[in-house]
C-alpha cells in the first residue's frame, strides 16, 4: 500500500523569499516520487522527479526536492519565490504496481 | 512536438445522461492515464491503457469505462452521471507503462453535472 501527506494545504510568502513545501508518503516498497505543479486553468507540469538516483533532485525553475527515506519526506524547495510561482502543487508517490497516488495539493501564495 | 490535448475543454450534462471525453497523446506515446479532479483535491487515477489494453484501475464503478485507438488516443465513457461526477477529468500520456514514467497532462475537461 502507499499514501501521501502534504502537510499544508496553504502556504504564504513574500516575493524573495524561500519556499518549503512538505510532503511526506508511506510505501511498502522503494517508491518513485514526483512534484507537479497546476496553474489556474493549466494542465499539471512536472516540476522534479525521485527515481532511487541522486536523493537531491533538480527540477525546473529553480525548485529542488530532497528524499529522505528515515523521514519518509520528499519535501520541495525554492531559495527565492517569484510571483510566477503561485500555484497549486502536487506531490505524488508511484511505482511498482501501484497506482500513482496524487496528495490534496499545497496552494502556494505569493506575495509582493 | 504536439502535447496532450484534450477535447472539449467544458461540459454541462443532466444526471442520468452519458458522457465521452477524449484525449490525443503526446508523439511517441503509447500510455494513457485519466483522472478525476474534484474541486479542492488532487487527482484520482480512474485507470490507464497501455496499448489499447486497461492496465490499472483505480477505485471507480464499471460506469466508468475507456477505450485506446491504434494510435494511442483515449476516450472516457461516464454512463449514468452523477452530480458527484462533476470535477476537472485530466488525460496524461507517457513513453510507457511504467509506473515510475514521466506523465504529460492534458489542460483538461470540466465536466459540470446538474
Known amino acids: 500500500a502507499q499514501s501521501v501527506t502534504q502537510l499544508d494545504s496553504h502556504v504564504s510568502v513574500s516575493e524573495g523569499t524561500p519556499v518549503l513545501l512538505r510532503c511526506n508518503y508511506s510505501?511498502?516498497?522503494?517508491?518513485?516520487l514526483f512534484w507537479y505543479v497546476q496553474h489556474p486553468n493549466k494542465g499539471l507540469q512536472l516540476l522534479l522527479k525521485y527515481t532511487s538516483a541522486a536523493t537531491l533532485v533538480k527540477g525546473i525553475n529553480g525548485f529542488e526536492a530532497e528524499f529522505k527515506k528515515s523521514e519518509t519526506s520528499f519535501h520541495l524547495t525554492k531559495p527565492s519565490a517569484h510571483m510566477s510561482d503561485a500555484a497549486e502543487y502536487f506531490c505524488?508517490?508511484?511505482?511498482?504496481?501501484?497506482?500513482?497516488?496524487f496528495g490534496r495539493g499545497t496552494s502556494l501564495i505569493v506575495h509582493p | 512536438e504536439t502535447g496532450v490535448t484534450q477535447s472539449p475543454t467544458h461540459l454541462i450534462k443532466t444526471r442520468g445522461q452519458q458522457v465521452t471525453l477524449r484525449c490525443s497523446s503526446q508523439s511517441g506515446h503509447n500510455t494513457v492515464s485519466w483522472y478525476q479532479q474534484a474541486l479542492g483535491q488532487g487527482p484520482q487515477f480512474i485507470f490507464q491503457?497501455?496499448?489499447?489494453?486497461?492496465?490499472g484501475r483505480g477505485n471507480f464503478p464499471p460506469r466508468f469505462s475507456g477505450l485506446q485507438f491504434p494510435n494511442y488516443s483515449s476516450e472516457l465513457n461516464v454512463n449514468a452521471l452523477e452530480l458527484d461526477d462533476s470535477a476537472l477529468y485530466l488525460c496524461?500520456?507517457?513513453?510507457?507503462?511504467?509506473?515510475?514514467?514521466?506523465?504529460?497532462f492534458g489542460p483538461g475537461t470540466r465536466l459540470t453535472v446538474l
Open positions: 505524488v508517490v508511484s511505482g511498482g504496481s501501484y497506482i500513482p497516488t
Open positions: 510505501s511498502s516498497y522503494s517508491p518513485s
Open positions: 496524461a500520456s507517457s513513453l510507457g507503462s511504467d509506473r515510475t514514467d514521466t506523465q504529460y
Open positions: 491503457y497501455y496499448r489499447e489494453e486497461e492496465n
